[in-house]
């Protein structure tokens, strides 16, 4: 009786120590690369025209499950004091206390909350803090690509996402007095990432 205890008892530890591990192999971590990563801007000017600008050095991390994509996660950090829109003295203003404010946060970040499939297309839901105030986005991704291993055992893959963010929800220019009525309120963006996977 104790014989047909033991071998009950080892076999569920031994199904456990399965499906634990098919859980993981399913589960994979990827680092995004800041160096072929970046995220561009793009906002009305007066009504009549767009500035676009980007952010460069994105880092964070991905978590993807190959099985169930809506167990997927993302958590990024922006760079704040690398924003470009190719004017110097609009990017010295950008970065003022009037916008970014970069003395006091110097960086953005995303944490993602959800993903989901709307139709044909996953969809990224999360919590964006941009110039200290926090609140939910909603963007639509394109990927990940199929992974590609390099001759140095490297796997990179990558994916897209867009979206658009209202300046109103965040403040973001509200102090600009004259500027800020002359940017439009909603501001467009483009997101790229690649990632390497992690061991």
Do not use: C
């Amino acid at each position: 009786m104790n014989i047909v205890k033991s071998f009950r008892t080892t076999s569920l530890i031994l199904t456990a120590t399965l499906l634990s591990a098919a859980a993981s192999a399913q589960t994979s971590t990827w680092k995004i690369d800041p160096v072929h990563s970046g995220i561009e801007f793009k906002v009305r000017h007066l009504g009549v025209s767009n500035v676009r600008g980007h952010f460069t050095h994105p880092s964070g991390t991905v978590i993807l499950n190959e099985k169930d994509m809506t167990k997927s996660s993302v958590e990024t950090t922006i760079d704040a004091t690398s924003v470009s829109t190719n004017e110097a003295a609009r990017d010295k203003h950008l970065k003022s206390p009037a916008f970014f404010d970069i003395e006091k946060n110097p960086t953005m970040a995303f944490k993602s909350t959800s993903v989901y499939k709307d139709g044909s297309k996953w969809m990224m839901k999360g919590d964006l803090t941009l110039a200290g105030v926090t609140k939910p986005v909603t963007l639509t991704l394109d990927g990940p690509s199929a992974p590609q291993t390099d001759a140095k055992g490297v796997t990179r893959s990558g994916f897209s996402a867009s979206g658009t963010l209202s300046r109103k929800d965040f403040g973001f220019g509200a102090n600009a007095g004259a500027v800020n009525a002359a940017i439009g309120d909603e501001v467009s963006m483009s997101i790229d990432v690649e990632m390497d996977k992690l061991p």
